[in-house]
Every structure is written in C-alpha cells, then in structure tokens.
C-alpha cells in the first residue's frame, strides 16, 4: 500500500497513501471549511520546492489536512516540525505520519486564527531583525476565506515583530485564490495594484512563485490557486503603525479607479475640504492620480500627512467617514448648504 508513497518521499517510511487514509477515514471535504485537497505530491513537492529553506529548518504547516504538503516537508527532513488543523478528522491521518517522523512532527488541533506562534519554536532560534532570516519557515495551503484575513494578521504581527516574528523575519510560503496572489505582488499602473499591494509590499519582499490550475484539487475550486512567498523586510518601505497604514490604505482603495480626492475625502471630515487640498499641497501627487498608480513612496507620504493630521486634530484618526452618524451629519450639512444657512458641525 505504501509503495506510491516510497517512491515519490524516499525519506518516509512506507505509508498508506493519502487516498487510502482518507477512505479508511471516510473523510470527504467539508464545504464549510472550503476544503480542497492537493493528492499530486508532485505539486506537493513542487510547493515545498519553490519554498525553500525547508531542510533542517523548523517548519509550521497551517491547516495539513490530509497531508499531501505535510508528506513533501517532511521528506525534507526538517529540524522541527508543526502542523495546526481545525479538522479532527485528519487527526488519525496525521497520526501515522508524526509516527514516522520519529516524534519531530507534533500536531495541533486548532484555529490558525487563534493560534499564537510567540512560543512555538526553540528559543535559540531567536535572530536579531537585522540579522539573516532565522530559519523558521510557514507553510500552508489554507481556505481562501481563512489566508487573505491570516496573512493581514500576520503582516501587523510582522511589523510589531510578534508572534513567529518575536525570532525575526520569519519566512512565509502560503497559497491563495489566484486573483488575490496577483494582487499581492501587482506593480504601480496595473489594474490588480489593490489595498493588499501596498500592505504587503511595503512590510515584505513578495513573490508569486508559480500557480497550480484549480483542477489539481479535489474537489476543484472555480479558481487557480497563486503559491506565494513572502521574506519581511529589514525596514518597513512605510514607517507608520500598522494600524494607521491599514486605515490610510483601506480608505485610499474604496474607490480604487476614481481619482485621489474620493480617497483622501474618506480620511477627513466632510465639511474640512481645506484638509484634502493640504493633502494634495504637501505630497506633491496630481490630482488626476488614482490610487493604483500610486506607488509605495506616495503611500508612504499620505500616510505621513495623515499622521500629522491625526496628531493636529484630536478624534481625526476615530473618524469613518462610512458610519451610519457620518452619512447622517452630511446628508443634514448638505440640506443646509443648499437652504443657504452658515453651518458648522463641529469637526
Ligand atoms: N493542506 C491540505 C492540502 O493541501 O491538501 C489541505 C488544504 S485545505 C484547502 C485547508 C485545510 O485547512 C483543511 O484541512 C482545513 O480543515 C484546514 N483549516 C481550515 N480552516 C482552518 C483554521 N482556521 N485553522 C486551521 N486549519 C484550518
């Protein structure tokens, strides 16, 4: 039974292929948790492949499931090894294969979501940020619904250097929808450049290494998965709290294709029109630019301006410009501007 399995992972001792635990599971994918399987190893391999660093490394698998990509990293002969699922269905699947690593395979079962990695790994294998990365490495094929909110997470837990990045700049090689890994790594002028762009570049180098067609999986998604890289950067590209950035960017992208006043008119009061012109006055940026040909640089100096703002004008940084109070106030402000009367709300 183990034969296929051999042949493919000859540093495994012989295993029931994953087809065989399945059955005798009588596992089938759960809609619930978007379960799509990859039963290739070569894909596996490949995947495990294009990460690098695997060997002797100390590896965390998010989300192993039947353990294809678990099979290809272990063949690799990490140092150390992790797997998170939420699944405990797999558990007995991912029994026989902690079995066969001699106990350096352990398994959790949880949510990635909650899951803190702060103490997971050795503490010597801490590295000064500045340093090379230490060899840690994240790996995972996860739901489309679980890796965009993840790697978001992650990107805070990045720049706050917690978390797998309480050891430094930790590496990442996760899957996602294709469209979304295009966006990841979208250039100024390009018509994927998104919010996930700039979050993602300006915290890490990023790469889409290659994608595997959607019919890899079973069952198949309608989709073509993106397999991405991600090696934080030494120094952020913006250097401003996540929390600020994410907000500066969100409300940059809600009118990705308009021009950048529809943007900066999301950061600031409606009746402060004067505060869009500073905007425009202190970046330098034409007003005929849209927000996805701008480039990380200019990112960078709205949220400068923006955080200078914030520091001028108490409750600026709490303001949304899309809550029910703000729709209200404007809709009065409006109704009044056209009455003819002298209004002022008080922002
Ligand atoms: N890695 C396997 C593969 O490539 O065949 C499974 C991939 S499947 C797309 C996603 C896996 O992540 C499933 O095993 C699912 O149960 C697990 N999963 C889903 N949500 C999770 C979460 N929040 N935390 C941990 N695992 C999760």
Known sequence: ?????????????????????????????????????????????????????????????????????????????????????????????????????????????????????????????????????????????????VATPLIIQWLQEIQEHKGAWSYGRSRLTLTFQLEVAQRMVAEPESLMRSRLSIMCQYLCHVNHVFTIPGKAFTPAPDVDVGVVTFVPRKEPLIGQPFKLVEKVVRCMFQHRQKLIKWGFEMLVPFDRPDLVDRFFKLSGIGEDSRPMELTIDEFKSICCIYEELCNEIPGLFEYDARSREVSEAKKQWRTAKRDGEDVFLGT
């Open 1 to 145: 039974a183990g034969k296929k399995a051999m042949s493919i992972l000859p540093n495994l001792p012989p295993l029931p292929t994953m087809k065989e635990v399945m059955s005798v599971q009588k596992i089938s994918a759960l809609k619930r948790l978007s379960q799509n399987f990859l039963m290739d190893l070569n894909l596996t391999n490949k995947i495990v492949r294009h990460a690098k660093f695997v060997k002797g490394a100390h590896v965390c698998e998010v989300g192993p499931g039947p353990g294809g990509i678990t099979r290809s990293i272990l063949n690799k002969q990490p140092a150390s090894f992790y797997v998170i699922e939420k699944d405990k269905r797999f558990l007995p699947g991912l029994e026989l294969l902690s079995e066969a690593s001699n106990g350096k395979m352990k398994i959790f079962l949880g949510d990635i979501l909650r899951f803190d990695m702060s103490k997971l790994f050795p503490d010597d294998l801490k590295h000064d940020w500045l340093d090379i990365p230490p060899m840690i490495h994240i790996i995972g094929n996860l739901p489309f619904s």
